[in-house]
């Protein structure tokens, strides 16, 4: 296993502090405390750099904030931290960019750029047209509680084997013990711990059980086998290992399934395999039903508008790559667009996004 030092190094090169001061102030520019940064920025990067080469550091930890999610309104907790914070964490995930990225699993699509959900998606859709035999079953599974489950010491001692630099490992420390207990969401650094912590996982599943088709999405995980038994016995597998060696637990609701297929009476037998908000079918892939009632609620409050601000324009044109990416033309020309107006909707974010370079500029 390669290992890293000198990692801290970077964190006190002052070009470096600011470019991760305007790298965290991008979006959110019109906030007070960011605002307040972006004008003084040169003091501000001493500011930085003398909390780093003193290691006065001290995390700030915010109150929770309860959310509801997607259409199921399914409730999560979330920590906004202050800006400060925000830049240590860019700092830190950039330092540490090579520690989290290099031995990461290929089909990890998780929060990691350039392997988003469409990367994920397009492999599935491959996999499942073109190996019938290696894809005939699915087992899919996921991880309780995940975020706050993740033990603070397991965590450490994974960055220990990587990490031989004693002053990052305390800024690394320094955030991960700032919430009682797991990787809070709404940190930047918790997608990268998050994929982090489950590494030596992907490399069990590959490497010792020899799975030959599987994708992570965060702790959701799907692998496909050419029978159930074979499947039981890796997600058994599977569920000791977070057990033994992570101290996390597998959810009880996992699945082994038939994938879709066609019978020899030409009948439609098994069932879609329903991940990262799309439904896989061996012919076409459609979008989840609960994104598609969120879609068509949005384009009709979008509709509903006589001139749609640039956060409508941004959400539906988001949405847009969600369609455009999925067998849902129909959906599309049906519901979404007697509502919405696709060419004035960019009209409106590239006038937006000229603005702020000419701002930035």
């Not at 290691?55 to 999610?69: C, G, K, L, M, N």
């Not at 399934?257 to 012919?283: I, P, S």
């Amino acid at each position: 296993m390669k290992t890293y030092s000198n990692l801290y190094d970077k964190c006190l090169d002052r070009d470096f502090i600011k470019q991760m001061i305007l790298e965290a102030a991008a979006g959110k520019k019109k906030r007070i405390d960011v605002r307040r940064v972006l004008g003084s920025l040169d003091h501000y990067v001493e500011v930085f750099y003398n909390v780093l080469e003193k290691q006065t550091y001290r995390a700030h930890i915010p109150r929770a904030t309860i959310v509801s999610e997607g259409s199921k309104q399914k409730k999560r907790e979330i920590r906004k931290i202050r800006f400060f914070d925000q830049v240590l964490h860019h700092i830190v995930v950039n330092a540490c960019h090579d520690v989290f990225s290099k031995g990461m699993y290929v089909f990890c699509c998780g929060s990691v750029p350039g392997r988003g959900i469409h990367y994920g998606k397009k492999y599935i859709e491959r996999w499942i047209k073109n190996d019938h035999k290696n894809t005939k079953y699915c087992c899919q599974m996921d991880i309780r509680h995940y975020f706050q489950s993740v033990d603070h010491e397991v965590l450490k001692r994974a960055l220990r084997r990587k990490i031989t630099d004693r002053r990052m490992l305390w800024l690394l420390h320094e955030i991960i013990d700032s919430c009682e207990e797991g990787i809070p969401l709404g940190y930047y650094t918790s997608q990268w711990f998050a994929n982090f912590f489950l590494e030596g996982l992907d490399h069990y599943i590959k490497e010792q059980l020899h799975v030959k088709y599987y994708v992570r999405y965060l702790d959701d995980m799907v692998i496909f086998g050419r029978n159930k038994k074979e499947l039981h016995k890796a997600r058994a597998a599977i569920a000791d290992y977070l057990a033994n060696e992570l101290r996390l637990e597998m959810k009880g609701n996992y699945q082994v399934f038939r994938l879709d297929y066609v019978a020899k009476d030409g009948k439609r037998k098994g069932k879609a395999l329903d991940f990262m908000g799309f439904r896989f079918w061996r012919d076409r892939t459609t979008l989840r039903k609960s994104l598609m009632v969120r879609i068509c609620r949005k384009a009709r409050r979008v509709g509903s508008k006589k001139r749609p601000t640039y956060y409508d324009a941004a959400a539906m044109l988001s949405y847009m790559g969600w369609i455009k990416n999925s067998s849902t033309y129909r959906m599309y020309e049906e519901r979404i667009k007697p509502q919405v107006n696709v060419k004035q909707l960019k009209q409106i974010v590239s006038k937006k996004s000229k603005e702020g370079a000419a701002t930035n500029g």
